[in-house]
């Protein structure tokens, strides 16, 4: 079972720690490390291979989703802006990543992709120290 598929199913099971809450599209979830404070992924549900094996009315949810996921990360961290990335390259099923970027990052790197930090050595998720972030972003998308 791939990776994308294996968080979806926890999810459904409510034995994933990470998820942040369902949305129309899928589950939006925290990032399993956390170099950039705040980044987290949204999974569809049902997972597909990629954004065009949806139909229309399932790929507007989604990218609504995310733009919507997205505004929440803003009022909730603060970042300057979001940076959203779908792939599928290593994990050949749509998610998209979103990544806070803030105002304090080094240039070289606020300038650069966030796949050039050091992804080994970033802080893995913890609710004691994340948690509140996770907490704050299910308020603000469930409209609480």
Known sequence: MSLITQRVELARNGANDKVICRMQSGWAVMGDVQFLEGYCLLLPDPVVPSLNDLDSESRAAYLL????????????????????????NSEPELH???????????????????????????????????????????LVLQGK
């Open 96 to 138: 998209c990543h979103l990544f806070p970027r803030y105002a304090n990052e080094p240039d070289e790197k606020r300038r650069m992709p966030a796949w050039f930090y050091d992804w080994t050595s970033a802080p893995l998720y913890a609710e004691e120290r994340h948690g509140k972030i996770r907490s704050e972003l299910t």
């Open 65 to 88: 989703d995310m733009a919507r996921l997205g505004d929440a990360l803003l009022q909730v961290t603060g970042a300057l802006r979001i940076n959203y990335e779908i792939l599928g």
